[in-house]
Each structure stands twice: as structure tokens, then as C-alpha cells.
Nanobody
Framework: QVQLAESGGGSVQAGGSLRLSCVAS????????MGWFRQAQGKEREGVAS???????SYADSVKGRFTISQDNAKNTLFLQMNSLKPEDTAMYYC????????????????WGQGTQVTVSS
């Protein structure tokens, strides 16, 4: 059974940084794309960043230049480096994975983690 476990969330002041991690386990096959999504209270889940196993990435306009997605395939770990955080980045952040390619920021991933909370204060 595939499991995704996020960590690294927390509370920071605006302008600060956080690094989220997501460890994947239980894969029978190598995932081909992984992504980070977030959901703020009262809002729909939105895609933040995605990465395919060939290293190609995509980002939401709201985080371009501030967030960086990366992966360590050897350790089945996905990262999201978040810099210059803003109060509007406050949300529950979810890791997602799929064996298909290039799902980008569409919330169609098959596997999801439980989420890690990020709170940015002004």
C-alpha cells in the first residue's frame, strides 16, 4: 500500500522560510510525477508545484520565484523549499504522487498524504 508522509510544516513570520518533506513508501512501481498542493480554510485545494521523474517542474504563478520543488529519487523523498513566505501561503500542504506522467497541477493524483500545516503570520 502506497503511503505518503509529509513533514516540515510550522508557524513562521512573513518573509521566513520552511522546507517541507514527503517520504513515499510502499510503491510497487516508480512514480512518474509528484506534486505539492495546498488548501486554505474555506478554499478549494490548489496545485503549488509538481515534478516529473525526468526533473521537469511546474509552479503556480503565486509561488514562482519563491518556492522550489525537488526530489531525491534514491530516498523516495519530495521536497518543497518555501522562501519569502506570505500570510496568503497559510494552508494545509499535501503531497501527491502518481505513476502517470505530467499531471502538473491538476488534482488528479492517485495517492495523497495527510498534510502538514503551514501558518504564516504578518
Amino acid at each position: 500500500q502506497v503511503q505518503l508522509a509529509e513533514s516540515g510544516g510550522g508557524s513562521v513570520q512573513a518573509g521566513g522560510s520552511l522546507r517541507l518533506s514527503c517520504v513515499a513508501s510502499g510503491y510497487a512501481y516508480t512514480h512518474n510525477c509528484m506534486g505539492w498542493f495546498r488548501q486554505a480554510q474555506g478554499k478549494e485545494r490548489e496545485g503549488v508545484a509538481s515534478i516529473d521523474s525526468d526533473g521537469s517542474t511546474s509552479y503556480a504563478d503565486s509561488v514562482k520565484g519563491r518556492f522550489t520543488i525537488s526530489q531525491d529519487n534514491a530516498k523516495n523523498t519530495l521536497f518543497l523549499q518555501m522562501n519569502s513566505l506570505k500570510p496568503e501561503d497559510t494552508a494545509m500542504y499535501y503531497c501527491a504522487a502518481d505513476t502517470r506522467w505530467s499531471l502538473l497541477l491538476r488534482p488528479e493524483y492517485r495517492y495523497w498524504g495527510q498534510g502538514t500545516q503551514v501558518t504564516v503570520s504578518s
